[in-house]
């Protein structure tokens, strides 16, 4: 098997779900040390979701009366790369029926269809804002990471957070938002709980409230979740049409240097281009 094969096998079974332990310490690798297999990476993960967005358009074009479309393509894909790892070590053993896709014939196909509906887009979805737009292509849910919650709280404490955990996992939010505030009443100072609370704030549509808790998280720098509230924060301004103050957390992602170093730029960028 030739390189080229192997890097599209490899993407081909990580857009699937499909890669093994040892295909998973090789993806790694390979997206670490490797621009090109990067850029194919994220290339695929677009095309993929281009080509999701082309049937959701339809069928919605179908259902509502060509009422309330919204394009999501794959910008900020970047921050899912974690997650689909996890998942696909899980799923390694299911039987693979997915065909071989390859990235060039994915392009073309999702270009043509793009250029075929955007138009379509641009005059039905004129009430979606294009800070909202933005925030729906980079806005990603955080995955749960239950070994990240403080191990030596009582044995009561740590129900609570493992009652949460399955909520939230269940997308309960209203009853994770109850639980945390339980935590917080004996833990009022536990920034991951604040964190957890603005995420279930976010995915309730209720930001005001999001930026108040992930502001908490902000206020200790030393926190284990600061770098994940900043870029959560920035997308909750960005849902609320507040660029400038987005902008702003963008920057100073962006100096940190660290793992949403690079969505930061690109969604700056997408703003300066696109944003109200």
């Known amino acids: 098997m030739n390189e080229a094969y192997d890097n599209e096998d490899l993407i081909d079974k990580f857009i699937h ?63 899912a790369i974690e997650y689909k790892l996890k998942k696909s070590i899980t799923n390694s053993q299911e039987k693979n029926t997915s065909n071989k896709l390859r990235i060039r014939v994915f392009l073309a196909a999702a270009s043509v269809s793009i250029i075929s509906l955007v138009g379509i887009w641009l005059l039905i979805d004129g009430q979606k804002s294009n800070h909202e737009v933005l925030y729906a292509n980079y806005y990603k849910p955080f995955l749960v990471e239950q070994t990240r919650y ?7 404490i740590n129900y609570l957070w493992k009652t949460f955990f399955n909520l939230y996992a269940n997308k309960n939010y209203s009853e994770g938002v109850n639980k ?4 917080l009443l004996f833990e ?32 200790n720098i030393e926190s284990v979740y600061y770098n994940d509230a900043i870029w959560y924060l920035s997308l909750v301004y960005l849902k609320m049409g507040n660029t400038s103050e987005c902008e ?6 962006i100096a940190m240097q660290g793992f949403y170093a690079e969505m930061a730029i690109n969604l700056k960028n997408d703003i300066k281009e696109h944003g109200n």
């Open 180 to 183: 945390l505030n339980e935590i």
């Open 17 to 79: 779900d499909r890669l093994d332990e040892h295909e998973c310490r090789k993806f790694k690798e390979k997206f670490k040390n490797d621009p090109v297999f990067q850029d194919d990476v994220f290339q695929q993960m677009k095309v993929m979701a281009a080509l999701k967005t082309v049937k959701e358009l339809q069928d919605k074009v179908f259902e509502s009366d060509m009422e309330h479309l919204s394009i999501k393509n794959g910008n900020g894909q970047h921050a």
């Open 188 to 219: 009022p100072d536990n920034d991951i709980a604040y964190f957890y609370l603005g995420q279930c704030f976010l995915n309730k549509n209720e930001p005001s409230k999001a930026v108040s808790a992930l502001s908490k998280v902000m206020g």
């Open 150 to 156: 403080i191990q030596d709280s009582s044995e009561q």
């Open 248 to 253: 702003k957390l963008l920057n100073e992602i």
